[in-house]
């Protein structure tokens, strides 16, 4: 069983600054990390996933997540957020291999952008 | 290539009634899931789909149910509903599992 604990629910930070939004994940076998982020009124989109490899994985709009085995964390962080990045943001593993494709998601963090 | 598709956006009803929810997969992928998010539980996974055979079950009452169809796609049964089965049910489809891609979701008001 795997579990994700987002140590922030929210996180309020002024335009252009950097941020950085906490996961912890437990899991007794090998998983797969993702963010997700969702906007009012609608579904989760991806925003960038660990499969394998480089342990620093980074999406088109500017935010990228590190992977860190040892302090089981995948955290996320922008260096300059805008106010389009208010919403909210979904830490997700499953495990690897296997035909159990379940998700199992951290609370959320909702990150809030004020000019 | 159409995204993950799920009709209909909202649905309102009352106690007692029961309801169908419609999801079509991203062309190709043959597993779909259903999760509910509600703002005291978060996101919970309801259960998965792959080639007509459902593969894994959250911690759900058996008044949750789905069916997966030849061409993939999905629906899933709330019976006899609660005021507590109000939320937000997202579909996912994925093709090898590595990666899950989600629809706008259904928002179901159960008054």
């Known amino acids: 069983a795997q579990s994700v604990t987002q140590l922030d629910s929210q996180v309020p930070v002024f335009e252009e600054a950097p941020v950085e939004l906490r996961c912890n994940y437990s899991?007794?076998?090998?998983?797969?990390l993702f963010w997700y982020v969702q906007y009012p009124n609608q579904g989760l989109q991806l925003l960038l996933k660990?499969?394998?490899?480089?342990?620093l994985v980074e999406s088109i709009n500017g935010f990228e997540a590190e992977f860190n085995k040892s302090q089981t964390s995948f955290h996320l962080r922008k260096p300059s957020v805008h106010i389009s990045d208010t919403a909210e943001y979904f830490c997700?593993?499953?495990?690897?291999?296997?035909?159990?494709?379940?998700?199992?998601f951290g609370k959320g963090t909702l990150l809030t952008v004020n000019p | 290539k159409a995204g993950v598709t799920q009709t209909p956006r909202y649905l309102i009803k009352t106690r007692g009634q029961q309801v169908t929810l419609s999801c079509s997969p991203i062309?190709?992928?043959?597993?779909v899931s259903w999760y509910q998010q509600t703002p005291g539980q978060g996101l919970q996974f309801l259960f998965e789909?792959?080639?007509?055979?459902?593969?894994n079950k959250g911690n759900f009452p058996g008044r949750f149910s789905g069916r997966q169809f030849s061409n993939s796609r999905s629906e899933m049964n709330v019976s006899t509903l609660e005021l507590g089965d109000s939320a937000l049910y997202l579909c996912?489809?994925?093709?090898?599992?590595?990666?899950?891609?989600f629809g706008p979701g259904t928002r179901l008001t159960v008054l």
């Open positions: 899991s007794s076998v090998s998983v797969y």
């Open positions: 996912a489809s994925t093709r090898t599992g590595d990666t899950q891609y």
């Open positions: 660990y499969l394998s490899g480089s342990t």
């Open positions: 997700a593993v499953t495990q690897t291999g296997g035909s159990n494709y379940k998700l199992t």
């Open positions: 789909y792959f080639s007509e055979t459902q593969r």
């Open positions: 062309s190709g992928h043959r597993s």
